[in-house]
């Protein structure tokens, strides 16, 4: 089984709203991560946690907020957001064995956010 | 910074021809690249991986790499009009935690009946 999930499918947010993504998986994958894609470019990395610390923060405002309670679940807490912040999130998993750059990152499904 | 340059096309290809699809990187100690082929608003699934110069075959894609060159790319034979598609070249690197990929802008890629 390579799935992984994401809920909500889409949301709709004003900017005053708080609001979570959720993303799991069950592969016993110990890499979790956040990308943003917006329209005709390509995903864009904005976080990384390994074993369930964050290891990478791509200089992302602090109106998005990682959390990762445990190996399996990812959450992106948004508050405050701008219009720009319109776009698919996507989670993605992967083992982060030894040789963790050539593992494969399977993506969810993704969650499509609109901010008003 | 690394770089990961692909043609953004449309490569326009007819059914049944081949489809080659290229990508150029510009860390020369990059040891991952990956394939995805992303349908419109849908995510990225992977349809290659490969690590080693050479050729690796898997059904109709055959993905080359030349490290030389710093030049991989994704040869579709046979070409379906289900494999169009924005296909994305990623590099991998390691950074101490997770893959951290970097990706090409995408190669949009239409197969005409």
């Known amino acids: 089984d390579t799935e992984v999930t994401q809920t909500p499918k889409h949301l709709v947010m004003g900017m005053t709203n708080k609001k979570s993504l959720k993303c799991e998986q069950h592969?016993?994958?110990?890499?979790m991560y956040w990308y943003k894609q917006k329209a005709k470019k390509p995903p864009e990395l904005m976080f990384v946690?390994?074993?369930?610390?964050?290891?990478i923060n791509e200089s992302v405002p602090s109106r998005f907020s990682p959390e990762c309670p445990n190996s399996s679940l990812l959450n992106l807490h948004l508050h405050a957001l701008q219009p720009e912040d319109s776009a698919l999130y996507l989670c993605?998993?992967?083992?982060?064995?030894?040789?963790?750059?050539?593992?494969?990152?399977?993506f969810g499904p993704g969650t499509r956010l609109l901010v008003l | 910074q690394k770089e990961v340059e692909q043609n953004s096309g449309p490569l326009s290809v007819p059914e049944g021809a081949i489809a080659s699809l290229n990508c150029t990187y510009s860390?020369?100690?990059?040891?991952?690249f990956f394939w995805y082929r992303q349908y419109s608003g849908k995510s990225p699934e992977l349809i290659m991986s490969?690590?080693?110069?050479g050729d690796k075959e898997d059904g109709r894609f055959t993905a080359q790499l030349n490290k030389a060159s710093q030049y991989v790319s994704l040869l579709i034979r046979d070409s379906q009009p289900s494999d169009s598609a924005t296909y994305l070249c990623?590099?991998?690197?390691?950074?101490?935690?997770?893959?951290?990929?970097?990706f090409g802008t995408g190669t949009q890629l239409k197969v005409e009946l």
């Open positions: 993605a998993s992967s083992q982060d064995f030894r040789y963790a750059e050539k593992e494969t990152q399977y």
């Open positions: 592969m016993g994958h110990r890499a």
């Open positions: 946690y390994s074993y369930e610390k964050l290891s």
């Open positions: 860390d020369r100690v990059s040891q991952s």
């Open positions: 490969i690590y080693s110069n």
């Open positions: 990623a590099v991998g690197g390691f950074t101490g935690g997770g893959n951290k990929l970097t």
